[in-house]
């Protein structure tokens, strides 16, 4: 299985808005609306940002967001702070039974 | 607070077989959760290396299957990841995580994390 598609690289400005895509196809990301999005911060543990989609865990702000539009799935952050300077991957479930994560994107505020 | 913590050799020689241990705290791993292993190269991505549930079902990264068994002990509250004939392409750390719920790819607790390098 291949890795969903991310962009390497996203960067805003503090308060901007920005989106980060994760394209799969219709045996991943379309098919299911399992798609969980992390972010990491350097030498740090992963941490669960927005789950099925479009759900938010308890603690994580809400300037924090999912969607999906077919095979592409998105994570968008509002209101730009500096502590969200981090990777961000995408995973999704698959018609495999597995999991299949996104190559990364690395968010920095500029 | 659930607490996991990854254990096993750091430094495993080509061809042999990498072992660790993921023991759970404050946690009964027979509660209805999976349990998974999740590993990351150096300065790369994330990749998904398999699930098991308590009643020792497994699900597997296709990619990694021939070469992996994922196994859990309930008396001992702990699960076990075995990848065998290892290559410098293992080298990464080793992450064990509860998955919140099958198929949702939610893994919402992690272990610390352990560096295993594969060299002779």
């Known amino acids: 299985q291949s890795a969903l598609t991310q962009p390497a690289s996203v960067s805003g400005s503090p308060g901007q808005s920005i989106t980060i895509s994760c394209t799969g196809t219709s045996s991943d990301v379309g098919g299911y609306n399992y798609v969980t999005w992390y972010q990491q911060h350097p030498g740090k543990v992963p941490k669960v940002m927005i789950y099925?989609?479009?759900k938010r865990p308890s603690g994580v702000s809400n300037r924090f967001s999912g969607s999906k539009s077919g095979n592409t799935a998105s994570l968008t952050i509002s209101g730009l702070q500096a502590e969200d300077e981090a990777d961000y991957y995408c995973c999704s479930y698959t018609s495999s039974s597995s999991y299949v994560f996104g190559i990364g994107t690395k968010v920095t505020v500029l | 607070q659930v607490q996991l913590q990854e254990s096993g050799p750091g430094l495993v020689k080509p061809s042999e077989t990498l072992s660790l241990t993921c023991t759970v705290s404050?946690?009964?791993?027979?509660?209805?959760?999976?349990w998974g292993w999740i590993r990351q190269s150096p300065g790369e991505g994330l990749e998904w290396i398999g699930t098991?549930?308590?009643?020792?079902?497994?699900y597997y990264n296709p990619s990694l299957k021939s070469r992996v068994t994922i196994s859990i002990d309930t008396s001992k509250n702990q699960f076990f990841l075995n990848l065998n004939f290892v290559t410098a392409a293992d080298t990464a750390v080793y992450y064990c995580?509860?998955?919140?719920?099958?198929?949702?790819?939610?893994?919402?607790?992690w272990g610390q994390g352990t560096l295993v390098t594969v060299s002779s």
């Open positions: 404050d946690y009964s791993i027979t509660n209805d959760y999976f």
């Open positions: 099925d989609v479009s």
């Open positions: 995580a509860r998955e919140a719920s099958r198929r949702s790819g939610n893994f919402d607790y």
């Open positions: 098991v549930y308590h009643t020792g079902t497994a």
